[in-house]
């Protein structure tokens, strides 16, 4: 069984980093596709960045330079660091298993998308 438990999240001021974090299990974390995604109030829930299993990385126009996706293969904990922050990315957060699609894939196709934590707030103030 897949689990997903996201961690990290919380109230910070507009500019501020944030990171947060995504415990993995029953997933062979190494060789497949992760990404995080978010839903904002009002929103339908998007795509934010993703890592495949060749490593390529694809992130949503609207984070990009600003957030980046790793993963620790000792710890089988993916991570998303978020840089200037600013008040729209304000959102919960979900980490999720994209199995064998690309980076691109996962953030396109967000109803190929299989395993989703819970999700971790985020709230930016201006």
């Known amino acids: 069984q897949v689990r997903l438990v996201e961690s990290g999240g919380g109230s910070v001021q507009a500019g501020g980093p944030l990171r947060l974090s995504c415990a993995v299990s029953?997933?062979?974390?190494?060789?497949?596709?992760m990404g995080w995604f978010r839903q904002a109030p009002g929103k339908e829930r998007e795509g934010v960045v993703a890592?495949?299993?060749?490593?390529?990385?694809s992130s949503a126009d609207s984070v990009k330079g600003r957030f980046s996706i790793s993963r620790d293969y000792a710890k089988n904990t993916l991570y998303l660091q978020m840089n200037s922050l600013k008040p729209e990315d304000t959102a919960v957060y979900y980490c999720?298993?994209?199995?064998?699609?690309?980076?691109?894939?996962?953030?396109?196709?967000?109803?190929?998308?299989?395993?989703w934590g819970q999700g971790t707030q985020v709230t930016v103030s201006s």
């Open positions: 890592i495949d299993g060749g490593g390529r990385t």
């Open positions: 999720a298993t994209c199995g064998g699609l690309t980076a691109t894939q996962a953030l396109d196709f967000i109803g190929r998308v299989g395993a």
């Open positions: 029953g997933y062979t974390f190494s060789k497949y596709c």
